[in-house]
């Protein structure tokens, strides 16, 4: 699955960048968006190749202020955060 490809990449340079990775629904379509600091070349190459199993998308600036949002609340809480909501659950 695309997501839990694009969180190892992420999870495996993680002292190295800044980034963080969601999956979440928007109109009943599955989206996995990577936000954070700009990566090194390569490892943009290497998302972008796993990312590319799906189709690119527009994604609401709205929903990017959220996800941005839920990123620096999860970085003040550490290094590595996962969290989950359950399907159906709007995030706020």
């Known amino acids: 699955m695309t997501y839990f490809a694009a969180q190892d990449v992420v999870f495996a340079h ?11 629904q928007l109109n009943r379509v599955d989206h ?3 936000v954070g600091e ?5 490892l943009h190459d290497e998302l972008r190749s796993v990312l590319a ?8 600036e ?6 941005n949002a839920r ?7 550490g290094p590595w955060v996962e969290g989950h909501c359950r399907p159906g659950k709007r995030l706020t």
């Open 14 to 24: 993680a002292g190295d960048v800044d980034l963080s990775a969601y999956r979440f």
């Open 32 to 34: 996995v968006v990577i």
């Open 38 to 42: 700009p990566p090194p070349a390569d």
């Open 53 to 60: 199993a799906g189709e690119p998308a527009v994604i609401p």
């Open 62 to 67: 709205g929903v990017l202020r959220l996800l």
């Open 71 to 77: 990123r620096t609340a999860a970085t003040k809480a």
